[in-house]
């Protein structure tokens, strides 16, 4: 039985002559919690309404489950719930009041279903106060329950940690954990809070003018943290026989700003490096040395400094 909870196959959008979104494809697996960032304009909104059928597509395919958007929307649209950041609730009534009411607008939702989720956001305690008098964290959890009230197979979630406090963040990041574990629930999490999004997410995927430009395991990231790799500026002539040698002698990824190399490296080793450089007779000017960060490493694929 196939993991995979959501797919993009080559999914396109055109409005008016401009191409949106070109040929998007990749899949979100079920228990998984997948970031999904890019900066302004990139195309997120887009894809997003495009998932969950609120935009049709111009070209290829969104299956949830195997059931396509496009020829299966009822069916495929049920797996779906989602949040858009403050949830909007009746703050007269209680917390149970809400999720009642909208429990009657879909078949099949028990009340044993309802108090399942209500545990499960860590709401037990105040369900029955008015949600008027609810922090912002605690209604955020109420939308995510109201979200989950049937059994969906993914959670979109689109700044759920905005205008929180760090409290209610580091809250809404653990519940988000606590269903993708324990219901199997695939998240899809758009957001501009990089630091959030290295904490709570499994992936994360950068999309730039339309195109996913990369795909990245914050696994990954973490691992190479561990590994003590550094991001290294080192000010080198002449730069294009540097640039060689490490490439094709050390194997090292190295990239040309100015006048200036760029490269990760171990930190323990970048003192035997220089010495090889030197002795190769390559000048070594200036070396500046940084931790590397999943922040850096969006901003080197993005260009740019600004994620919206």
Partial sequence: ????AMELIDVK???GKKEIIKGLSFSI???????FIGPNGAGKTTT?????????LTDGDVRILGKSITTNYKEAVREVGAIVENPEMYPFMS???????????IPGISKERIQEV???????????????????????????????????SILILDEPTNGLDPAGIREIREYIRKIAREQQVAVIISSHLLAE????????GIIKNGEMIAI????????????NLSQVQMEVSPIDKAKNLLKEKYEIDVDVEEDSLSFQYNKADIPELIRLLVAEEINVFQVGISKVTLEDKFFDLIGENVIG
């Fill in 95 to 105: 917390g149970w009041q809400n999720l009642k009411h909208y429990a009657r607008m």
């Fill in 48 to 56: 997003i309404r495009m998932m969950v059928g609120l935009m049709r």
């Fill in 216 to 227: 990245q395991s914050v696994n990954d990231q973490q691992e190479a943290a561990q590994e």
């Fill in 1 to 4: 039985m196939s993991d995979v």
């Fill in 197 to 204: 999004i290295e904490q709570v997410c499994d992936r994360i």
């Fill in 29 to 35: 697996h079920k228990g998984e919690v997948f970031g």
């Fill in 13 to 15: 959008k055109t409005i």
């Fill in 118 to 152: 209500i545990s499960l956001v860590g709401l037990e305690k105040v369900i029955k106060e008015k949600v008027g008098r609810y922090s912002l964290g605690m209604r955020q959890r109420l939308g995510i329950a109201q979200a989950l009230l049937h059994n969906p």
